[in-house]
């Protein structure tokens, strides 16, 4: 979110990260079917960074449990982010991060549609075009330089070092 060499969004408005989903005996239990749920796709996005920041699309509160939708029966998941102002031009890049993150992560049955949260940006029905464009979502992965960028959003953070 850059325009030269300044930040669109210099000082984002940092938010309060949702407590981790309790576990329960039968989470590691093969034998009950687990269905997919919005938690479940929320969990898988929320440490997406942002390209911009060294913080999570959940911690600027572009990501949310609500904006997650799931028809576990009908193979579907749709995300819907908010960018955090209205003529983010990481937008496109963002949406690319979530659509690759649960291309990865999900099982292949899942049809995945990610989407702009209406009204939250100009070009926002352009983006929603590109986003849901599968020939222009695959040219751009095949772009080195954006998949780099792709790619360090969605890579884990490293584990702090311990101290001895």
């Known amino acids: 979110m850059r325009i030269g060499d300044k930040l669109e969004n210099l000082n984002p408005q940092v938010f309060a990260e949702a407590d981790q989903r309790k576990e329960n005996p039968s989470d590691w239990d093969d034998a ?55 003529h983010c031009s990481m937008a496109s890049l963002i949406g690319l991060s979530v659509r690759l993150k649960l291309l990865h992560t999900l099982p292949c049955r899942f049809k995945v549609d990610v989407v702009i949260t209406p009204g939250s940006h100009a070009s926002e029905a352009a983006i929603n075009k590109q986003l849901a464009d599968k020939e222009r979502v695959a040219a751009a992965f095949e772009n080195p330089d954006l998949l780099s960028v792709v790619n360090k959003c969605i890579a884990p953070r490293p584990l702090a070092a311990s101290v001895g």
């Open 32 to 86: 009950v079917r687990d269905p997919f749920d919005g938690r479940e796709v929320f969990d898988l996005i929320r440490s997406i960074r942002d390209p911009e920041h060294p913080l999570t699309l959940e911690q600027l509160n572009v990501v949310s449990e609500e904006q997650c939708e799931v028809d576990d029966a009908g193979n579907h998941v749709k995300v819907l982010f908010t960018p955090t102002i209205p």
